[in-house]
């Protein structure tokens, strides 16, 4: 059962790139990385997904090591908006795996 | 966007009545699950289903239970509510994406939080 370890929260200012490590040093050979953004009193919704090297959509990049012990979410000149909880998610389809762990707390100030 | 919807949105109730909180999807997804969540807290699976007639209990223990007749369908029910149930409880859905495509995609609907006095 793969553990992800990530900070409890972090600060940044508008325009600023905001870079999220999470640690999973038991990640299993069939496990993806998923990423999930939640906003108060909202059911969390899906940011990005990866298995190995880099990953980028319109709203993130993710970017993870060869060795896969971690992975980074990197969100570009944040807004207020994106003042979010930050999931990091890994697993590989089975339910009864399923774990969000508390999150990272992300606070973005004008 | 995903469609997938939960009623009510807010709940507050009487220790001991039943309750059934709704949750339905338009999508056509074959897997459905229910989460619980605190304030501030880790989401908790409470419950999954992989498709009609299927539910299986997920990590977290809870007195509540489901049921799967329709696939856009699956409604949560607590037989007597108590105290200890208040919490938020979150439904979503999945569509599998194929071997070595990825893990499933999970769409949340925006929660039902229940109160029981």
């Known amino acids: 059962l793969a553990k992800t370890t990530q900070p409890i929260s972090m600060d940044s200012y508008e325009g600023q790139e905001v870079n999220i490590t999470c640690s999973h040093n038991n990640i299993a050979t069939n496990d993806y990385i998923t990423w999930y953004q939640q906003f108060p009193s909202q059911g969390p919704r899906f940011i990005i997904q990866g298995y190995k090297t880099k990953v980028t959509n319109e709203v993130a990049s993710l970017f993870i090591p060869a060795d896969r012990k971690s992975s980074t979410l990197s969100l570009p000149r944040v807004s207020l908006s994106d003042t979010a909880v930050y999931y990091c998610?890994?697993?590989?389809?089975?339910?009864?795996?399923?774990?969000f762990g508390a999150g990272t707390r992300l606070a973005v100030h004008p | 966007e995903a469609d997938i919807y939960q009623t009510p949105r807010y709940l507050v109730i009487g220790t001991g009545k039943k309750i059934t909180l709704e949750c339905s999807q338009t999508?056509?997804?074959?897997?459905m699950y229910w989460y619980q969540q605190d304030p501030g807290m880790e989401l908790h699976l409470i419950h999954y289903s992989y498709g009609v007639n299927s539910t299986e209990k997920g990590d977290l223990s809870s007195e509540s239970t489901v049921s799967r007749i329709r696939t856009e369908h699956f409604p949560l029910t607590l037989e007597s509510a108590r105290p200890s149930h208040t919490s938020q409880y979150l439904c979503?859905?999945?569509?599998?994406?194929?071997?070595?495509?990825?893990?499933?995609?999970?769409?949340f609907g925006p929660g039902t939080r229940l109160t029981v006095l």
């Open positions: 999508m056509g997804h074959d897997k």
């Open positions: 998610l890994v697993y590989s389809g089975g339910y009864n795996k399923l774990i």
């Open positions: 979503a859905s999945s569509e599998y994406r194929g071997s070595g495509l990825g893990t499933d995609t999970q769409y």
